[in-house]
């Protein structure tokens, strides 16, 4: 049999070698295909995929209900402040009301001129009625879901209605002191009066104002 002299008899070990590493790698390529596009791979995938997708939803669902839950709070928390604002409001009407009769009284006690007036023991009966009513509006006021400025100018007005209120009564025996009752008046209506109808104001625009907080944060 001829025989090709371009190759020898036997080939030397180091081509062996190299024509085994390439068939190696070969097979390893064709059968890494073969496996890829197989049903069997192709079924983990979609598995794999598909619990991707429903743990995707479970946690979008969770989220939802959870910001769902956050918004009914926020809800009610502004719902029941404005009970707490409703309340202090009609508290601060009817407080508005009683210090205008207490001036009113007042300041007709101190009228010396008049024959017929109120008595020191009258002048006494409204300033405890106004007091009372503020004590009330002062209760309110230190309600901390209560704005901060709001509750300041609350407060603030109580202090100085009582500072006043205070130095016209005689309580040893339970009249008002009448030379005191026209200072009163004076700064019942030029300071006191002006500052509830402000404070009337702050309280519509803290109230208007009113809203649910952000759930984003959450």
């Known amino acids: 049999m001829p025989t090709n002299n371009n190759l020898p008899e036997k080939f030397p070990e180091d081509w062996l070698k190299q024509l085994k590493d390439a068939l190696r790698q070969d097979t390893r390529k064709a059968l890494l295909w073969t496996l890829l596009g197989s049903s069997v791979v192709a079924s983990v995938v979609t598995a794999g995929a598909n619990m991707i997708l429903e743990t995707m939803k479970l946690n979008n669902t969770a989220e939802i209900e959870k910001y769902k839950a956050c918004l009914d709070l926020r809800r009610e928390e502004v719902k029941e402040l404005r009970t707490v604002y409703s309340t202090v409001a009609q508290k601060l009407r009817q407080f508005e009301k009683d210090f205008d009769n207490c001036l009113t009284t007042c300041e007709d006690a101190s009228d010396t001129r ?22 009330e509006i002062q209760a309110l006021a230190r309600d901390t879901r209560v704005s901060a400025d709001l509750r300041s100018s609350l407060l603030d007005m109580n202090e100085r209605v009582i500072r006043n209120i205070s130095a016209t009564l005689d309580n040893d025996r339970q009249l008002a002191k009448i030379d005191k009752l026209p200072e009163f008046v004076a700064s019942g209506r030029t300071d006191l009066q002006p500052k509830i109808v402000q404070i009337k104001v702050q309280m519509e625009t803290a109230t208007k104002s009113l809203k649910a907080e952000s759930c984003n944060s959450n």
Request: proline fraction near 5%.
């Open 114 to 135: 008049k024959k017929k007036r109120q008595s020191p023991r009258d002048a006494y009966d409204a300033l405890i009625a106004a007091a009372k009513g503020l004590a």
